[in-house]
C-alpha cells in the first residue's frame, strides 16, 4: 500500500524538489538575503522529517560550550502560541514544545526561547548571550548560521530516500555542502573501515568540511516525578510509551534486557489525550506481574506534566531514559575542535 502511495505523491515531491531547489539557489546567489549575526550563531538540523538526533545533538554541544552564556532557540514545533516567547516556570510543552521544555529542564544555567521568526529571536536574545544555539535551523535560510552541523541518520543513509510528500526529505541532498561539519547518528560500533569509508564516499564532502560519527547512550530511568534514579536492572513486564520519529532503537535497547514489552506507540509530537493515557494505566493495572514499570522517553515526559495526565499517573511507577550522544572516539577531537575553534576566534571573545 505504501509503495502505491509513494507512487501516487511522485509528481507532488517532484514540484517540491523543485521549490527547495530553486529557492536555495537564490540564496546561494544572493538574490534572495540571510542575515548574519555579531555572534556565534550554530545551526543543527538535519535533510530529513524527524529521527536524526537533533535534541541529544544540541544537548551535546551545550556540554561542550558550557563556559559560555548560551542561550538555545527553536521554533517550539508543536505549540499552542506564537511570537517570541522564555522559557520560565510558567512554561509548559503547550506553550513552548516538548523539545525546549526538555532543555529547560536540563539546563538550568541555559536560556531557553522559542520564535518562528528566527531573526527576531536572535535580535532579542545576542546583547545577553555569547552564542545562539539554533535548533531544527538548517532549511531556515533568511539566517545565515556562522557554523552548520547537518546530522544524517545511520539506518537511512542505506535506503534511497524520496522528497516530501512521498517521503521525508526536506530538500535534495546537495544540501549536504551549506554544512561545516556532517554528523552521522545512531551509529552501530563501527569496527570496519570499510563500512565507514563506504558512507563517506555518500557524502563527498569538500576539504573544509568534516564527517563524524555517534551512537546513543541510554543513561539509567529517572522518575516523571521525583526524579529518584531507577537503580534496578530493567525487568518483567514493560509498557512503553513513545510519540517519536523512530522508535525502533529504543525498542531494540530494551529487548536485550528480560522483559516483555507493551508498546503503545503514537507519531511524532504527538499530544497525549485522557483516554489514551487511561488505557495505557488500565493495561498496566490489570497486568498481575509484580514486577512492572512504565517507561517513555525524556522529550514524551515533557507531554505528561500537563496536569490532567500527571493526576492519572501520579502514583504509579512512571519513568523516562535519557539518551545522550556518544561521538565516536576517532572522530571526537576534530569534531569538537572544529566548533571551539570557531568559537574561540570569533571577534567577540578573540
Known amino acids: 500500500m505504501l509503495k502505491y502511495l509513494r507512487l501516487i505523491l511522485l509528481p507532488f515531491s517532484f514540484i517540491y524538489g523543485l521549490i527547495t531547489t530553486i529557492r536555495n539557489y537564490l540564496y546561494d546567489k544572493g538574490l534572495l538575503k540571510s542575515v548574519s549575526f555579531d555572534i556565534p550563531v550554530i545551526s543543527v538540523g538535519n535533510l530529513a522529517v524527524g529521527g536524526s538526533g537533533k535534541t541529544p545533538a544540541t544537548e551535546y554541544l551545550v556540554n561542550l560550550l558550557s563556559t559560555y552564556k548560551i542561550a538555545i532557540l527553536s521554533r517550539g514545533y508543536g505549540r499552542k502560541t506564537n511570537g517570541f516567547i522564555l522559557a520560565d516556570e510558567h512554561a509548559t510543552a503547550a506553550t513552548i514544545g516538548d523539545e525546549p521544555m526538555q532543555y529547560y529542564?536540563?539546563?538550568?544555567?541555559?536560556?531557553?526561547?522559542?520564535?518562528?521568526?528566527?531573526?527576531?529571536?536572535?535580535?532579542?536574545?545576542?546583547?545577553?548571550?555569547?552564542?545562539?544555539?539554533?535548533?531544527?535551523?538548517?532549511q531556515h535560510r533568511k539566517v545565515k548560521p556562522g557554523f552548520s552541523i547537518l546530522l544524517f541518520e545511520?539506518?537511512?543513509?542505506?535506503r534511497f530516500q524520496f522528497m516530501l510528500p512521498a517521503g521525508n526529505l526536506r530538500e535534495t541532498f546537495d544540501g549536504v555542502t551549506?554544512?561545516?561539519?556532517?554528523?552521522?547518528?545512531?551509529?552501530?560500533?563501527?569496527?570496519?573501515?570499510?563500512?565507514?569509508?563506504?558512507?563517506?564516499?555518500?557524502?563527498?564532502?569538500?576539504?573544509?568540511?568534516?564527517?563524524?560519527?555517534?551512537?546513543?547512550?541510554?543513561?539509567?530511568?529517572?522518575?516523571?516525578?521525583?526524579?529518584?534514579?531507577?537503580?534496578?536492572s530493567i525487568g518483567g513486564e514493560v509498557f512503553l510509551l513513545t510519540a517519536i520519529a523512530n522508535s525502533n532503537p529504543l525498542v531494540e535497547y530494551l529487548n536485550k534486557f528480560p522483559v516483555n514489552l507493551h508498546h503503545f506507540k503514537y507519531a511524532d509530537h504527538h499530544n497525549f489525550t485522557l483516554n489514551e493515557i487511561n488505557r495505557l494505566v488500565k493495561a498496566f493495572e490489570q497486568n498481575p506481574a509484580q514486577e512492572k514499570i512504565i517507561i517513555t522517553t525524556e522529550k514524551d515526559a515533557q507531554r505528561l506534566l500537563n496536569n490532567n495526565l500527571r493526576d492519572l499517573l501520579l502514583n504509579l511507577p512512571v519513568y523516562y531514559l535519557p539518551i545522550s550522544m556518544v561521538v565516536q572516539e576517532e572522530d571526537k577531537q576534530t569534531f569538537d575542535q572544529k566548533i571551539l575553534n570557531y568559537v574561540a576566534s570569533f571577534r567577540r571573545f578573540s
Open 154 to 158: 545511520f539506518d537511512r543513509l542505506s
Open 178 to 232: 551549506r554544512a561545516d561539519s556532517v554528523l552521522v547518528t545512531k551509529c552501530p560500533p563501527l569496527s570496519s573501515l570499510n563500512l565507514k569509508l563506504a558512507v563517506s564516499h555518500k557524502f563527498e564532502l569538500a576539504s573544509n568540511q568534516n564527517l563524524a560519527f555517534a551512537g546513543i547512550a541510554y543513561e539509567k530511568p529517572i522518575h516523571l516525578f521525583n526524579k529518584d534514579v531507577y537503580d534496578k
Open 105 to 138: 529542564h536540563k539546563f538550568k544555567q541555559v536560556t531557553v526561547a522559542v520564535c518562528e521568526d528566527r531573526i527576531k529571536g536572535i535580535s532579542l536574545l545576542q546583547e545577553k548571550h555569547d552564542i545562539i544555539l539554533l535548533d531544527d535551523a538548517f
